[in-house]
């Protein structure tokens, strides 16, 4: 049995449509077990192709590779990787040690792609490192390293799973005499310990160390010279085509790319941060977009709470099909439609309201505010009772008392830090007795509900206003199923009481607060999306570029791709990899950004005054999203470098 017999070879490069050049024209060979054989010939003669075909980093025209009798010709992808990664030892003339790793790690590289990788592999790849004379470089980078110690490490690396033959590419083509005779020295030593050696090399001192001297010429072996004949070894070990389905994402893997994507990050760290920095935008502005959403709506939800449950809104309009019809000809509510509604059967209560404005004087202190004229019920559905003082009775509400409940705004503005409750201020030049402070409200939407003063209704109309009308009603339903009726009802009656036409009647609104509640819930949660949508566009932004990126980074890397393949990495292997490297910035970017983004959102609502709430949810939403977009924008330049056939990403200039 053969070690490795070739028959019929072919590799023809194509440019375009044509035929380039015919690397390898029908070549065949058989090497043995325990054999040195150096290829030699003129450059361009095809040495390089022959040693990529044996070491299955390329693709076959035509032809038959047999390894230990097995027709492997014809295998997947993956299939090679795993053939290579067991089998197959690499020295190249460039070394391909990766520069980030120090000598041990990047002996240990073969250990990757075959398992975990455990202390025992460890031992061994030092034990190998000192074999081959650097014991006491052990945590060394390669780049502090010379090219002789450089090209041992490469000769432990191709050692390390202990394979069946070493492929070496012109190994000494780097290197200064002294050091070629080194790793000379090195490989004549394994040799003489039963290692199959194929080396590429132009240089005939080189090859003398060969036990057989193949010749190439255009593509043909045109001499095959036995140099030393020896004893012809047992095998070793024998193959196993069909590798066992290896678990991809084993803990130990991702922990081993976790790793070495941390250190690619911080090897180029100005990069790095740009690109942590797209996404940590993103992410910032979609918790903060989501915090105002979020703020506007409960401050929203608040406010209608507020203004009390089941309530219902009666109100004219001056406006009728669309034709302002002015003051006169507008309905105008009056007490004895107060009572009609009070005595409904679904109503609770029911406030009358009569408004307008007026300059309130408090000694030489003067403010223009809203005077609001009701009764007694508005304390009830308003949920204003007095915080200071109290509000005034039913008799009181309905009699003509100059007495005043005020806004905590007027208060401020009036007395500042003094106590009002008992004093007298003048509102349009009449004397009011301040009998209580309505509770702080804070501002609800359009108006601020601290600054106004609250009158009973008739001192309003009679002593102020001049009105004799009632502006409007809240009703209260005793409970939410009677609203409707009552609804109905309502128009009903005043259609009624005022004899109104069909089109008059259009004029009576009766509005549901749910109603209301349910459109203005709507429309925030309208903002919430706008907000949190445009945001989520400057995290696409990052996104696209961490695309950008990683396309430059896999550009830079494709040599470490050609190696990592050719030390047995499947597709998987490198798309796993460089997508752990994306998922890593948006993940770093990702936690920088929710911690930016609250940041921000206590600064707006402190400061700002807006109200600005963090949900959970908007973080582990936004923190998701950055991982997926990590994913989604990681996996296309991902795949691409996994589909990189390996003679190409290491002929790659
Ligand atoms: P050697 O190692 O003997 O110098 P190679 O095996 O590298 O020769 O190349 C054999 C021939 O194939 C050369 O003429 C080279 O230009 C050509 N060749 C190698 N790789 C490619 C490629 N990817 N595309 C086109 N031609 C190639």
């Known amino acids: 049995m053969s070690l490795i017999e070739l028959k019929n070879i072919s590799k023809t490069y194509y440019i375009g449509n044509k035929v380039a050049v015919r690397a390898l024209n029908d070549v065949s060979l058989k090497i043995e077990q325990g054999e040195f054989v150096a290829i030699m010939g003129p450059s361009g003669s095809g040495k390089s192709t022959l040693l990529a075909v044996l070491g299955l980093l390329d693709e076959l025209d035509s032809g038959e590779y047999i390894l230990q009798d097995k027709n ?8 090679y990787a795993g053939l290579r990664n067991r089998f197959f030892g690499f020295i190249f003339q460039m070394f391909n040690l990766l520069p980030k790793l120090n000598i041990v790690d990047n002996t240990m590289l073969p250990f990757i792609y075959s398992g975990e990788i455990t202390e025992e592999k460890k031992q061994k790849a030092m034990g190998i490192l000192k074999r081959v004379g650097l014991g006491d470089r052990l945590h060394h980078k390669p780049n502090e390293l010379s090219g002789g110690q450089q090209q041992r490490v490469a000769v432990a690396r191709a050692l390390a799973n202990d394979p069946l033959v070493i492929l ?6 780097n290197l200064d005499s002294k050091s070629s005779a080194e790793i000379m020295g090195i490989l004549k030593e394994l040799h003489g310990q039963g290692n199959t050696i194929v080396m590429v090399t132009h240089e005939s001192g080189i090859a003398a160390a060969a036990s057989r001297v193949l010749t190439l010429k255009d593509g043909k072996i045109v001499r095959d010279e036995v140099r030393r004949r020896h004893d012809k070894l047992p095998d070793s070990k024998t193959i196993e085509i069909k590798h066992k389905a290896k678990h991809v994402f084993s803990f130990s893997q991702l922990i081993n790319y976790s790793y070495e994507a941390g250190l690619a990050l911080l090897n180029n760290k100005l990069r790095s941060f740009l690109s942590i920095l797209g996404v940590l935008i993103g992410v910032g502005a979609v918790i903060t977009m989501l915090a105002i959403g979020t703020g506007a709506k409960q401050k ?35 007490f004895s439609d107060y009572d009609s509604i009070k005595r409904m059967d679904g109503v609770k209560s029911v406030v009358p309201y009569v ?12 403010w223009r505010t809203s005077i609001v004229g009701t009764t007694y019920e508005y304390k009830d559905v308003k949920n204003s009772d007095a915080s200071e003082g109290r509000f005034f009775s039913m008799s009181e509400g309905l009699g003509r008392k100059k007495i005043a409940v005020l806004g905590a705004a007027v208060v401020k503005e009036l ?12 509102i349009n030049r009449v004397n009011f007795e301040v009998i209580g402070v309505l509770p702080e409200k804070g501002i609800s939407g359009w108006r601020n509900v601290d600054d106004q003063i609250v009158i009973p209704i008739k001192t309003a109309m009679y002593r102020l206003l001049g ?3 009632i502006d409007y009603f809240d009703v209260q339903a005793r409970d939410e199923e009677s609203i409707p009726l009552v609804q109905e ?20 609104m009766v509005r549901n607060m749910a109603e209301i509640q349910a459109a203005a819930s709507a ?18 932004v990052g996104g696209i570029g961490i695309m950008n990126i990683m396309l430059v980074v896999i550009m830079e890397r494709t040599h470490e791709i050609g190696l990592r393949k050719a030390l047995g990495a499947q597709r998987g292997d490198i798309l796993l990899q460089f997508l752990v490297e994306s998922v890593m910035i948006c993940f770093v970017g990702g936690m920088i950004g929710v911690v930016l983004g609250s940041v921000v959102s206590w600064l707006i609502s402190t400061f700002v005054g807006w109200n600005a709430v963090i949900s959970l949810w908007s973080v582990i939403l936004a923190f998701t999203f950055s991982v997926v977009i990590g994913v989604v924008f990681g996996i296309w330049p991902a795949y691409r470098a996994s589909k990189l056939l390996p003679i190409v990403a290491l002929r790659y200039e």
């Open 72 to 79: 492997i010709a014809h295998l997947k992808e993956d299939d």
């Open 168 to 173: 070496a590419d012109e190994p000494t083509g």
């Open 300 to 334: 929203v939800e608040q406010t209608m709470s507020s203004l009390g449950t089941n309530i219902l809104m009666v109100r004219t309009s001056h406006r009728s099909r669309g034709i302002a019809m002015g003051g006169e000809s507008s309905t105008r509510f009056n």
């Open 355 to 366: 408004s307008g404005s007026a300059q309130v004087v408090n000694k030489n202190k003067n």
């Open 415 to 426: 007395f500042a830090d003094e106590n009002p409750v008992g004093q007298s201020i003048r």
């Open 467 to 469: 009105k004799d009308y």
């Open 489 to 508: 009802e309502i128009v009903k009656m005043i259609v009624k009481n005022h004899r109104l036409s069909e089109a008059a009647s259009e004029s009576i």
């Open 523 to 540: 429309m925030t949660d309208t903002l919430s999306v706008l907000l949190g949508g445009i945001a989520a566009i400057s995290l696409l």
